[in-house]
């Protein structure tokens, strides 16, 4: 097994699927035929601060099966759209009311709980809207939409969400392990899904690649609760401390501090080790998953 390095250019890699991103933004459907204020409410949201894993993910998943990375565009907006909704929402005071979001006033403080509501609806339905544009043949864009689908769906993201807003009385490791692959990792893990099948990837890489997200999305869990234990509201653009305070059940909780720093460790070198190992050049994904024990925000 070839031994991945943490890449210098991560950080430049991230700026621009950033920056690829959010150009995709501006030729977005939202921006036509609105009969309300409700896209520009939703773009708030959108437009500014977000790190763009996921878009990240997508377009390296599709250049590291040797696809063109502006197939993936549509998707990679689809994805942010919906993770974005996902934020508002999950920002609401009838949810895990936060005010800061993506380091300014969550988009309920700025515009009102109905407002924010509404401008996630909007987001959702729009993502799978941007989605059907993607150029490529129409088996291809449905398998893209059934995967999506299936991510933000009950058994995935809202299911997830729901098992974080209701915990169960005897949560143990199998009970945070579905809430987190629903909650979390279900975006992360769609996020290489669509990014391999715009670039082309045959079924045997797309199942490598589906496997990997679910264990890179999990990671991105534990260094995200790592965080809310020793992690700043300023570098993290959202309040810290949140879990703790309110006495919620989560991967740190469960496996105490000191275990869980030596968990994400090797989590991270195992995940890029594999990846490294499935056909293409997955060295870019392997560089996230190196850097996010270390991350910051
Ligand atoms: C159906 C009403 C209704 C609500 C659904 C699905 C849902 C609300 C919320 C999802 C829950 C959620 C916020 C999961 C946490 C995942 C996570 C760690 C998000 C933060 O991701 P980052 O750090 O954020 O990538 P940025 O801002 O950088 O994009």
Same mark, same amino acid.
């Given at each position: 097994?070839?031994?991945?390095?943490?890449?210098? $250019?991560?950080?430049?890699? !991230?700026?621009?699927?950033?920056?690829?991103?959010?150009?995709? @933004?501006?030729?977005?459907?939202?921006? %036509?035929?609105?009969?309300?204020?409700?896209?520009?409410?939703? !773009?708030?949201? *959108? &437009? @500014?601060?977000?790190?763009?894993?996921?878009?990240?993910?997508?377009?390296?998943?599709?250049?590291?099966? +040797?696809?063109?990375?502006?197939?993936?565009?549509?998707?990679?907006?689809?994805?942010?759209?919906?993770?974005?909704?996902?934020?508002?929402?999950?920002?609401?005071?009838?949810?895990?009311?936060?005010?800061?979001?993506?380091?300014?006033?969550?988009?309920?403080? =700025?515009? #009102?709980?109905?407002?924010?509501?509404?401008?996630?609806?909007?987001?959702?339905?729009?993502? @799978?809207? &941007?989605?059907?544009?993607?150029? !490529?043949?129409?088996?291809?864009?449905?398998?893209?939409?059934?995967?999506?689908? =299936?991510?933000?769906?009950?058994?995935? !993201? /809202?299911?997830?969400?729901?098992?974080?807003?209701?915990?169960?009385?005897?949560?143990?490791?199998?009970?945070?392990?579905?809430?987190?692959? +629903?909650?979390?990792?279900?975006?992360?893990?769609?996020?290489?899904?669509?990014?391999? *099948?715009?670039?082309?990837?045959?079924?045997? /890489? @797309?199942?490598? /690649?589906?496997?990997?997200?679910?264990?890179? #999305?999990?990671?991105?869990?534990?260094?995200?609760?790592?965080?809310?234990?020793? +992690?700043?509201?300023?570098?993290?653009? %959202?309040?810290?401390?949140?879990? $703790?305070?309110? +006495?919620?059940?989560?991967?740190? $909780?469960?496996?105490?501090?000191? &275990?869980?720093?030596?968990?994400?460790?090797?989590?991270?070198?195992?995940?890029?080790?594999?990846?490294?190992?499935?056909?293409?050049?997955?060295?870019?994904?392997? $560089?996230?998953? *190196?850097?996010?024990?270390?991350?910051?925000?």
């Amino acid at each position: 097994m070839r031994k991945p390095d943490i890449s210098a $250019s991560l950080h430049e890699d !991230l700026s621009d699927a950033a920056s690829w991103v959010e150009n995709g @933004f501006r030729n977005i459907s939202m921006h %036509k035929d609105s009969i309300s204020r409700l896209p520009s409410l939703a !773009l708030y949201s *959108l &437009e @500014f601060g977000g790190k763009r894993i996921r878009p990240f993910l997508v377009r390296s998943a599709c250049a590291a099966v +040797g696809g063109h990375p502006d197939t993936a565009l549509k998707a990679a907006c689809a994805v942010e759209m919906i993770h974005t909704y996902s934020l508002i929402h999950d920002d609401l005071p009838a949810m895990d009311d936060d005010e800061l979001r993506r380091g300014k006033p969550a988009l309920h403080i =700025r515009s #009102g709980v109905k407002q924010a509501l509404l401008a996630g609806d909007l987001l959702l339905i729009e993502a @799978f809207g &941007e989605l059907l544009d993607t150029p !490529l043949g129409p088996g291809r864009i449905a398998q893209m939409v059934k995967c999506l689908a =299936r991510a933000a769906g009950p058994g995935y !993201l /809202v299911g997830g969400q729901y098992m974080d807003m209701y915990h169960s009385e005897d949560a143990g490791d199998d009970w945070i392990r579905t809430m987190v692959l +629903g909650k979390t990792a279900a975006m992360i893990r769609v996020s290489l899904e669509l990014g391999a *099948l715009s670039g082309g990837a045959d079924d045997d /890489v @797309f199942e490598a /690649v589906a496997a990997e997200g679910d264990r890179l #999305g999990f990671l991105f869990q534990l260094t995200d609760d790592i965080l809310d234990i020793c +992690g700043s509201a300023e570098e993290m653009g %959202k309040e810290v401390s949140k879990d $703790s305070r309110q +006495g919620k059940r989560n991967i740190v $909780s469960m496996m105490g501090f000191d &275990e869980s720093i030596t968990k994400a460790e090797n989590m991270a070198s195992e995940i890029a080790g594999r990846l490294i190992d499935i056909r293409g050049d997955w060295e870019k994904v392997a $560089s996230l998953a *190196l850097y996010l024990p270390t991350r910051r925000k």
